[in-house]
């Protein structure tokens, strides 16, 4: 069956379908991320399992779909924190008032478009043609070396030329580490994989691109979790992204069984997993969720030989499992990556850093941790052995932001939904079905450079306007470390606010000369949501518009009929930046990049291969010479 509509009565059937699929399929576990202090940590040698081979191809299909088709699979993530705000107004308790300056134009900035949800709706061939879930949000994955740009979203993967061309089609996520399909749309379904949060990453050193995902264990007739998890890490054989990977595993389930270390209320799963790298080291972090009971368990570290990846070799994962934290139980520990040409930390043999928020209570704080693994080096011995050191620093106020309201447009889901040829079953209240806000998440650390001998991150935060309007912003750091003992020294930090707008989850890219920006999402009641950066470290000056959006986001995360968590459609949840071997910044982040009527919806719900029956989100790529 074609997912173009041809008639309302096949839209309608679509619906009764997206309806059922949610009141029966994917519940989130949904613990609190921020929780009681920890009891110590542990650290465990574990095995690396070698998975075989894969490579980027495969091709784009006909949008189509089967009998009763299932649509959406939901994310079991951990619930985000939505802040007290609206992007407009609010009290502002909490936030801090920093100046905020004029979005400044600046479209000449190389720019082009990324992979959308078009793309990873209906990406596959062979085995896996219209097995592709409707997803939300995008999760940016980005990284560029000779020549190429690799870019991945939830969840397919692509090679781009760094002018933009297209070298290979988008390729499921599933198909590229070998898994199952996420559904075969057969009578009954038949489900595979849950995989979430790429990343990726090339290191010059070595000349390989390495791409992670998280991955969980799916029961093929009912949709439902097995337990087993891992994250998935694959490493090019050579320089050339096109060429064949070899894929890698670290057991993540955490419940004593097949080596893996005894956690509580496991089996578990490692959300969003966060990747770096230093002279010697590539490094994992993620947050530990049970899989069948409500919990968290802090944040995981592994640490595994670099060369011994590159040459395709599993080696040895030192773990780390809740790393010490007094103030309380550590999450979202970000590892730093250095940029070509840039000076690892090789004291103490060898230093990577971290850095990490201390905010727990959802009502500010001014307080960083930076973290410290020493002895890396020795990943590369067959008995390797690592210490984890932490630094409380003294930072600028920072505080979970706002939702984001929305410039009014075409909303042709928001339309199908309020007409009358919605049926009953969906149970939308036409007078009451607003246009979606943007969800900002919380103020977790973003994406983490070491560079120029300092430690940089970023995160979202609310900002206050002189007029007591809370919005969106982006509080960003550069901390110096020092040995003899331990300590972190904040270097460099301030604020990007945005007159009239809200900026949205940032990525630090910065070179080896300590040249920095963030990268982030613009968005605003008179802004449709776009792509911008600003200069951090010396005189910030004015944000740099890259590329406006052309409509305002219309997907089933933002329409509780269809999703359950109000009017606040999920965004992000990542963006990502990068520095190429020439010195020039590279960033991408999630965008709106189409729109169409509610006719020309109803006629095409692709409106012309941009979008799908249930979302529209895109992203944009830019390239920035500091």
Not at 354 to 382: P, Y
Not at 391 to 417: A, F
Not at 467 to 472: A, D, F, L, T
Not at 473 to 501: C, D, E, L, T
Request: hydrophobic residues 35%.
């Amino acid at each position: 069956m074609s997912l173009t509509a041809r008639s309302p009565n096949r839209v309608v059937l679509q619906l009764l379908v997206v309806v059922a699929t949610v009141a029966l399929l994917w519940g989130a576990i949904a613990p609190a991320v921020r929780a009681a202090p920890g009891e110590g940590s542990s650290q465990k040698l574990m095995h690396l399992a070698r998975l075989g081979t894969t490579r980027i191809s495969g091709g784009v299909t006909a949008h189509r779909s089967g009998p009763l088709a299932t649509e959406i699979r939901q994310s079991p993530e951990e619930e985000d924190d939505e802040g007290d705000g609206d992007g407009e107004g609010g009290d502002g308790d909490g936030a801090p008032s920093p100046r905020f300056r004029e979005l400044q134009n600046a479209t000449r900035t190389p720019h082009f478009e990324g992979l959308n949800h078009f793309d990873n709706r209906f990406a596959g061939t062979g085995d896996y043609t219209n097995t592709q879930f409707s997803l939300e949000p995008p999760d940016q994955a980005l990284c560029v070396g000779n020549g190429f740009v690799v870019e991945s979203v939830n969840t397919v993967i692509r090679v781009r030329g760094t002018d933009g061309s297209i070298v290979t089609p988008a390729m499921p996520l599933n198909d590229f580490f070998n898994l199952a399909p996420e559904v075969v749309r057969s009578a009954p379904p038949v489900f595979g994989d849950f995989t979430s949060d790429p990343k990726c990453y090339y290191d010059v050193d070595t000349d390989r691109w390495f791409v992670t995902i998280l991955q969980l264990g799916i029961d093929p007739p009912t949709g439902g979790f097995t337990g087993d998890s891992s994250v998935m890490i694959a490493v090019s054989q050579t320089g050339d992204p096109t060429g064949i990977f070899n894929i890698f595993a670290i057991d993540t389930t955490n419940d004593g069984t097949d080596g893996t270390p005894t956690h509580d209320n496991c089996p578990c799963f490692g959300d969003q997993p966060l990747i770096g790298a230093d002279a010697y080291g590539f490094y994992v972090t993620t947050n530990e969720f049970p899989v069948f009971v409500a919990g968290f368990n802090g944040a995981n570290v592994y640490a595994m030989s670099k060369t011994a990846l590159a040459a395709g070799s599993a080696g040895t994962v030192v773990a780390l499992h809740e790393p010490t934290l007094a103030e309380g139980q550590a999450y979202s520990i970000q590892p730093a990556t250095t940029p070509p040409g840039g000076r690892y930390a090789t004291h103490h043999n060898g230093t990577e850093y971290f850095l990490s928020a201390l905010e727990f209570e959802g009502t500010g704080d001014r307080r960083i941790a930076l973290w410290a693994l020493t002895n890396t080096a020795s990943l590369n011995s067959a008995t390797p052995s690592v210490d984890m050191r932490v630094d409380i620093v003294r930072s600028e106020l920072y505080s979970p932001p706002p939702v984001v309201k929305q410039r009014r447009g075409p909303t042709p889901l928001r339309s199908l939904l309020k007409s009358d040829l919605a049926p009953a079953a969906v149970g939308v209240d036409p007078s009451r079905e607003p246009i979606p806000q943007l969800n900002s998440n919380d103020d977790r650390m973003n994406q983490v450079m070491y560079a120029d001998g300092k430690v940089w991150g970023a995160l979202n935060t609310a900002v206050r306007t002189s007029e007591g309007k809370v919005r969106s912003g982006i509080a960003w750091f550069s901390v110096r470390p020092k040995f003899g003992p331990f300590r972190g020294r904040m270097a460099n930090q301030g604020y990007v606010a945005i007159r009239g707008a809200n900026a949205m989850f940032p990525a630090v890219a910065v070179t080896k000369s300590g040249k920095a920006i963030v990268a982030y999402s613009v968005a605003g009641s008179d802004l449709y949501p776009g792509i911008a950066y600003s200069r951090i470290g010396g005189n910030p000056g004015k944000p740099q518009l890259v590329a406006r959006g052309v409509g305002p986001a219309d997907g089933f995360t933002g329409y509780d009929p269809l999703a359950g968590q109000g009017d606040v459609e999920r965004w992000g949840d990542y963006s990502a930046a990068t520095v190429d071997e020439n010195g020039a910044i590279w960033f991408a982040t999630e965008t709106i990049n189409q729109r169409c009527t509610f006719e020309e919806f109803l006629a095409d719900t692709t409106c012309g291969g941009t979008r799908s029956l249930l979302a529209n989100w895109g992203t944009m790529i830019a390239r920035f010479n500091p």
